[in-house]
């Protein structure tokens, strides 16, 4: 329990819902048991055939009692149930707000099936020990007390003699709850396998077949679907036990309070309409003692998801904004100023884990603000790595970063990111509109800003011919991109956030030659004062760069502008030469 | 259905985009559902005949406690209320136990019915030509046969069976009320109409709303999804706060949708005491009027209460039945969609034996091509002698990789035909032919199992010395022998991760260990660390050796050690010869070997 103490601040804020719901949901119990009590008076009535109340009355005295505890019942749920799920709301809000702090460090270790699992299934969890946990327990506890009390007052041997049972009851429901709940992980475990068994044999059906092994992996497969079955199997032996069970210890209690209650009439120490409030009172019962074992599987479920998402509460982020009481006044008052674009890497070394090797070492270079950069290189010689650090989605061990003079831990995160605008290598979309997904860095866009930016990437052509142009929705429920038109839209969106520097990484990657050179020729004229830096592959991309650096193994090998490089007869002419013959090979009819 | 019909692109699959439920019963569905309980049918029998038990034996105890109250308890008849309290333990009991068998039994017979099925579906499946599997996603597939098939358990282990429980039990009570006073079951039983009546009102509105739940379930995962997925993007753009902002709306709109079924359950409880409650009421005015004049016993008045009480239980679980059975038709339909296609590609009837395969390849004037018209190799014609070597070079999209699918037969050629010695493939058998053939594609692909069954495929014909004699052929033993568990380490275990090297030259001993007639060698294009490199250079001359081979080659030093250049361009074969031949002739072929083959930086 100690992990879920950490929810009593979010229960404390329904504190008067839940309070109503524990008053009604009493109230609801006290209709519900004294029903019973009116039909042995009834009974009794009918069977001495004494004056007294009307029947009619009996009856309609159940029927309202039964009415009242309805209503009671309604607001039970509408107040405590309700509060579960409110609280399931600000526990998931509280979830989210907390991941997104995370630094980029925490989602390479947590992959985003873990996180999603965390927000969904363990806050469900949680939700379903707040809600019907607090309710049955309520009722449970009002349901004895009344149903017992009463009992108590028609006869007390017969009421010890109908309780025995009860504890004996529970606790089978206990421990059963229990092993179908391992059972069950165990079955959900083997269905899991299972199902990557058939993705695997889908994904090599090509390796299957070419070495005839079609014949095996049925015979694996079979193997494993008898698995599954023989799981299953052996949870549908607890679970065909438990209701059984039940009702053979519920149905004990009754026969046993029958003869003895039977054997009490016959002595004329009780009557016979007291014996039928028994029985119903057994029937009444029987519900919280079920739930009160079924109570202690939800609690303990609910404190094991709590305790990882107090993991995920209890873990913070390493790259923060600058403590004000740290940063000397001097570096304050300058990080106020608007960012200018001037960029330096002082000995830089970077690896993403001590036990990793370094992906950067020893960088030193500086660009002027308004400078345009073009970087080249092979599949992890560090281009991305490079630009990451500049916005702080890693912070650098050794040597430091400047902007504009000043270390980029120095500034607000919020203040250097917005002034950088970036195309990721992977472009990502939102799937939200066009238009939201440019104008995607500014709360209140201008129009013609969002054109603007689709003109100069070359998207606005594409978007004019879609049938709802900037309001076409992307994704699953709407229009699929090719992969450049996704590239091009995501170079708008960086075009549009109107950053003082522009970082493309590999941003060309989708586009032919052609488009490229357009929205190259376009980005020309708002790169002028825009420190630029362009990463690729493609020298297409770069020679027109006031500056290109190769980078190898982390280092950079290279430097220099087109002309100086190619004469220079390194590795930057050397994929020079190779993408000419490419191009030469590509025109080949 | 042929797997020709489909277009060319992923096929659609309308029934997974949006929940469309149809029918709860659909007589042709049922009849094929039915058909495969055929062959437990003596325990589906004895299954129905446990419920006719289990619904008497609970439906009689109300009766028997009216025998205990009217006959010895008002008699004051100890010893008879003590016999007949026997008998009600007595029938407490067998019920307990008839209970558990048909619980058990029913799951037991769904289980042994799903799995039957699984197995058929998997078979089929695996019958399906390449062609068949470009289109349809491994993911669907993978739906089928797991989440489809589970929503069939649970009609066959809780809905068929349960259902003619519930009808059993409610002909039971109505059997007893009616023998006791018919005239008091109708007056209890009024009440059972406004109850179906809440009841249906209830299914429907519940559904709805948890159709709503689902739909924002739904949308706030791919939020979540999309957004720690993105999260890079959100970041980068400063965009945490709006990003927060806009979740905590879905997420309302998700609690909102909850509320609401939250709000019809908490209507839905009341109701269904009160009317209950009702029919109580019903009983004691009704019946204990009667009961005063003497027109029915105490005893009888007791057992109503009970009667009606269990009276309302199978009504409310037939209407949740209902549910089940909608979904299972759903997912039948779409198995049953799936067993109907035929592949395309089948062994001929009547199939030529190729006997002891020479290993002699013939291509004659093939055309190929993936989608309709759309040729990806035009008019293609080469010979290929047994023990050959032939290299294939070319830019991507050549059609290499083609010709070696069309050589396995993973999909027919449009026009034209290919002979292995002499035979047109088509007249083989798939397997005899594959059985000659050697595969080491270019993407790699191990198994989640040990390296021996990654070799041997779980072959039993290929012995654990095998294994081991092919491994030390290609020279990854000694690395092999090094693993914590040798042979038997599971390639994707954590903490142990394969180069990409080392796990290509597990290919190649996989290929070595079948001792095929005919190489097919696609070479990976991916870098490897030196020392793998030279592995791999020996590796493929082992592998070659005394095998007729086509090789997609990326490598010079493979491409030299051929007997014959085929280069290709844009579908055709534009030159042919060995590597000096080529390279004198200053065709594409020079060109490319500037471009791949000469030593570059990396």
């Known amino acids: 329990m100690i992990h879920l103490r950490r929810l009593v601040p979010y229960l404390k804020r329904y504190r008067k819902k839940l309070g109503i719901g524990l008053i009604v ?10 029903i019973p009590f009116i039909i042995s008076k009834a009974i009794d009535q009918i069977k001495n055939h004494t004056e007294g109340t009307s029947l009619l009355n009996y009856a309609l005295m159940t029927v309202g009692f039964a009415l009242l505890s309805g209503v009671f019942l309604y ?78 007052s028609f006869n007390a041997e017969l009421t010890m003699i109908a309780i025995i049972p009860i504890p004996l009851i529970s606790y089978v429901v206990y421990r059963i709850g229990k092993s179908i709940n391992y059972k069950f992980e165990r079955v959900q475990e083997q269905f899991s396998d299972l199902t990557t068994k058939v993705q695997e044999n889908l994904s090599g059906i090509k390796v299957v077949k070419a070495y005839v092994r079609e014949d095996s992996e049925t015979e694996g497969f079979r193997k494993m679907s008898m698995d599954y079955m023989k799981k299953n199997l052996e949870l549908a032996k607890v679970q065909s036990f438990s209701y059984p069970i039940m009702f053979l210890l519920t149905g004990f209690s009754v ?28 029937g009444l019962l029987t519900w919280p003692i079920i739930s009160l074992g079924w109570i202690i599987n939800l609690t303990q479920r609910a404190e094991a998801s709590m305790k990882r998402l107090v993991e995920v509460f209890d873990s913070n982020p390493a790259i923060v904004d600058p403590d004000i009481l740290e940063v000397d006044k001097e570096s304050l008052a300058g990080a106020k100023d608007p960012i200018k674009g001037e960029i330096e890497f002082r000995n830089v070394n970077f690896r993403y884990h001590p036990n990793y090797p370094y992906v950067l070492k020893n960088i030193n270079i500086r660009l002027k603000a308004g400078e345009t950069i073009g970087v080249i290189g092979h599949t992890g010689s560090g281009k991305s790595t490079f630009v990451n650090l500049i916005s702080r989605l890693f912070d650098v061990d050794e040597g430091e970063i400047m902007v504009d003079g000043k270390n980029v831990k120095n500034y607000r995160i919020s203040q250097l990111r917005t002034s950088i605008g970036y195309v990721p290598q992977e472009t990502f979309l939102f799937s939200e509109s ?119 193994d982390g280092v950079i090998a290279e430097s220099g502008t087109h002309e100086a490089l190619v004469q220079k007869e390194g590795i930057y002419a050397d994929i020079y030469f190779k993408q000419l013959l490419e191009d030469e090979l590509k025109d080949l009819e | 259905m042929s797997e020709e019909n489909s277009k060319n692109t992923v096929e659609p699959d309308e029934n997974e985009q949006e929940e469309v439920l149809g029918k709860a019963y659909d007589a042709r569905l049922m009849k094929r559902l039915i058909r495969y309980l055929k062959p437990y049918t003596k325990w589906v029998v004895l299954a129905i005949a446990l419920t006719v038990g289990v619904a008497l034996l609970s439906t009689v105890r109300p009766y028997l406690t009216k025998i205990a109250i009217d006959d010895y308890i008002v008699n004051k008849d100890a010893q008879g209320l003590k016999n007949i309290i026997l008998v009600l333990l007595g029938t407490l009991i067998l019920q307990g136990l008839l209970q558990y068998t048909m619980t058990y039994l029913t799951q037991w017979i769904g289980q042994k019915t799903i799995f039957d099925l699984r197995m058929e579906l998997f078979r089929h499946i695996q019958k399906f030509s390449m062609k068949f599997f470009d289109k349809n996603p491994v993911g669907r597939l993978v739906t089928r046969l797991t989440n489809d098939i589970e929503v069939l358990n649970e009609m066959f282990s809780s809905g068929i069976v349960m259902v003619f429980a519930d009808v059993f039990i409610i002909g039971g009570i109505l059997f007893f009320m009616f023998s006791l006073s018919w005239q008091l079951t109708l007056i209890a ?22 159709r709503d739940v689902r739909f924002y379930l739904a949308k706030m995962n791919s939020f979540l999804q999309e957004h720690i997925s993105g999260i890079l993007v959100v970041k980068i753009f400063n965009k945490e706060k709006r990003t927060l902002n806009d979740f905590k709306k879905i997420n309302y709109d998700h609690t909102k949708a909850n509320k609401k079924s939250v709000f019809y359950y908490s209507v839905f409880f009341p109701v269904v005491e009160l009317i209950g409650a009702l029919s109580g009421a019903l009983i004691i ?73 020479r290993g002699n390849i013939e291509f004659r004037n093939v055309w190929f091509a993936y989608v309709k018209e759309d040729y990806v190799l035009r008019d293609i014609s080469f010979k290929i002698n047994q023990g050959e070597k032939v290299a294939f070079v070319g830019a991507t999209g050549a059609g290499k990789s083609s010709i070696m699918n069309l050589l396995c037969r993973f999909y027919d050629t449009q026009k034209g035909e290919i002979a292995i010695d002499g035979i047109n493939i088509k007249d083989l058998k798939q397997n005899e032919l594959r059985r000659n053939i050697g595969l080491v594609v270019q993407d790699i692909f191990l198994f989640s199992d040990s390296i021996a069954n990654n070799i041997s495929l779980n072959n039993n014909d290929i012995s654990p010395e095998k294994i081991r004699e092919a491994a030390s052929i290609i020279g990854i033993n000694n690395f092999i022998d090094k693993l914590p568990l040798g042979y038997g380490q599971n390639v994707k275990e954590r903490g142990v991760t394969l180069s ?50 086509i090789i997609i080659a990326h490598r010079l030093s493979t491409i030299q050690k051929c007997d014959k250049i085929i280069v290709m361009h844009k579908g055709e074969i534009r030159e042919t010869g060995t590597h000096q031949q080529l390279l004198e002739y200053g065709g594409i072929y020079s060109k490319l070997y500037q471009l791949q083959y000469k030593e570059s930086f990396a």
């Not at chain 1, 949901?25 to 004294?34: G, K, P, Q, R, V």
């Not at chain 1, 026969?255 to 209650?261: D, P, T």
């Not at chain 1, 009439?265 to 014996?275: A, H, P, R, Y």
Request: glycine share 6%; proline share 3%.
């Open chain 1, 434 to 552: 066009i238009e939201n997904n440019i104008a995607y860095a500014e709360e209140n866009f201008d129009k013609e800003k969002v054109i603007e930016a689709a003109k100069i990437s070359q998207i606005y052509k594409d978007v004019e011919n879609f049938p709802r142009r900037f309001d076409t929705v992307l994704g699953e429920r709407g229009i699929n991109l090719s992969g450049g038109q996704k590239q091009r839209t995501s170079i708008a969106r960086a075009i549009a956030s109107d950053p003082k520097i522009l970082i493309l990484d590999d941003a060309f990657s989708a586009v032919d030659t052609y488009t490229e050179e357009e929205i190259l020729r376009g980005l020309k004229g708002i790169m002028k004062d825009r420190t630029t830096i362009l990463i690729s592959h493609r020298i297409s991309t770069l020679k027109n760069s006031d500056r290109i650096i190769v980078l190898k």
């Open chain 1, 255 to 282: 026969i046993i309070v029958l003869y003895m209650g039977g054997n009490k009439i016959i002595e004329g120490t009780l009557t016979i309409g007291q014996l039928t409030a028994f029985i119903i009172y057994l």
């Open chain 1, 75 to 152: 607001l039970t749920r509408q107040m405590i149930i309700v509060v579960s799920r409110e609280i399931e709301n600000d526990l998931r809000n509280d979830f989210f707000g907390h991941i997104l702090t995370q630094d980029q460090q925490y989602f390479h270790f947590h992959p985003t099936g873990d996180v999603m699992a965390l927000a969904t299934n363990d806050i469900s969890a949680v939700r379903n020990f707040l809600g019907p946990g607090i309710m049955y327990t309520a009722e449970t506890l009002i349901n004895f007390t009344m149903a017992i009390s009463l009992m108590l």
């Open chain 2, 285 to 357: 005015w009704y019946g204990g009027g009667e009961a005063v004049q003497g027109a029915l016993t105490i005893g009888i008045l007791i057992s109503f209460i009970q009667y009606s009480e269990m009276f309302f239980r199978p009504i409310r679980d037939l209407s949740e039945k209902y549910n089940i059975m909608q979904t299972a038709m759903a997912s039948s339909e779409r198995i049953f969609r799936l067993l109907d296609r035929q592949p395309v590609i089948n062994d001929p009837l009547k199939p030529a034996e190729l006997g002891d395969c």
């Open chain 2, 500 to 549: 990409q090297g080392e796990r290509q030259l597990i290919t190649f001993a996989r290929a070595l260990a079948y001792d095929p007639k005919i190489l097919i060698l696609d070479e990976a294009t991916s870098s490897v660390d030196t020392h793998s490199e030279i592995l791999i250079q020996k590796a493929i001359d082992k592998l070659m050796d005394g095998r007729t081979s």
């Open chain 1, 25 to 34: 949901i009493s109230l609801s119990a006290i209709f519900t048991n004294l």
């Open chain 2, 189 to 210: 039983l009024s009440v059972v109409f406004p109850l179906i009546y809440a009841t249906v009102i209830f299914r429907k509105k519940v559904r709805i709303a948890f």
